[in-house]
């Protein structure tokens, strides 16, 4: 029971974060730019390394607030370049902009006397020890950004799906860009700060690219992302506790099993109808 009410808190995070981030990651996969999530997380990041450098708690209202101003600044950015009408990729200014991110994020703890430590749970997180209270937070900061995409699914979906056919209706992509973006910023921000940027780009990105093997239709991949998510943490935070390892790290290679025994289930499900 004692191991129970351990791994209760964590779980139910886990469960918090995939919920909201395999339905992003429908968007950002339909999108092409899947490596927007790991760069916006790497900005949260050197938004809450650079508080941390003037004295704020890592965990304090000011590193928070100070990640979010650098998340909406990253998300101002990549709303305003798009691949189709630039000779710039998206995808290229989403890859400088997480270098730039990370080597900043490097020279601002080279200041700190905690560099090493800061460095690795900005990394990998440490959702072991996340409080009941962070899990509350959380919870409703991302039940708001639900029903927000929730009440504008349609607008969201067409941008993301179609953009030609959002720009004939008379939507402004742009615009539209950059509201999914600054949400998409808002969940970052508070995910980095419990799970760290690995685990983050994880429960973007895997279980949308799980779902994409066995489904076209939005409703099912979410389906099955949610369950592949669920019982990847699950799995993922008993195997940290038994094996004695970092939980995030392993929450990650986790991911990273379950995705090629999945891939490898459909291939051999594939032969066997042929």
């Not at 508070?190 to 799970?195: D, M």
Request: aromatic fraction near 12%; include cysteine.
């Amino acid at each position: 029971m004692d191991t129970f009410h351990f791994l209760l808190a964590p779980f139910v995070a886990s469960l918090i974060l995939t919920g909201i981030h395999a339905y992003l990651g429908v968007h950002v996969v339909e999108r092409g730019v899947v490596f927007v999530d790991l760069s916006l997380a790497q900005i949260a990041a050197l938004g809450t390394t650079v508080a941390v450098l003037y004295g704020f708690d890592p965990h304090g209202r000011g590193s928070y607030w100070t990640s979010l101003a650098f998340t909406f600044l990253g998300a101002a950015v990549f709303s305003t370049v798009k691949a189709r009408r630039t000779r710039i990729p998206q995808e290229a200014i989403i890859g400088i902009s997480y270098a730039v991110a990370s080597a900043a994020a490097i020279l601002a703890m080279s200041k700190s006397v905690e560099q090493t430590e800061h460095l690795k749970e900005m990394l990998v997180g440490n959702i072991l020890t996340v409080s009941w209270q962070e899990v509350r937070t959380t919870a409703l900061v991302y039940g708001a950004i639900g029903l927000f995409h929730w009440a504008l699914r349609k607008k969201f979906l067409l941008i993301s799906l179609d953009p030609d056919k959002a720009e004939e209706q008379g939507l402004s992509v742009r615009f539209w860009d950059f509201l999914f973006y600054a949400s998409f910023g808002f969940v970052v921000t508070s995910s980095v700060a419990i799970a760290g940027v690995l685990l983050v780009f994880c429960y973007l990105i895997v279980p949308s690219v799980g779902a994409m093997l066995f489904a076209q239709k939005i409703g099912a991949r979410l389906a099955i992302g949610w369950t592949m998510g669920t019982l990847v943490s699950a799995l993922g935070v008993f195997l940290s506790l038994e094996i004695d390892l970092p939980t995030g790290a392993t929450i990650v290679c986790t991911f990273g099993v379950v995705l090629m025994l999945m891939a490898l289930f459909r291939v051999m499900f594939k032969r066997a109808a042929a």
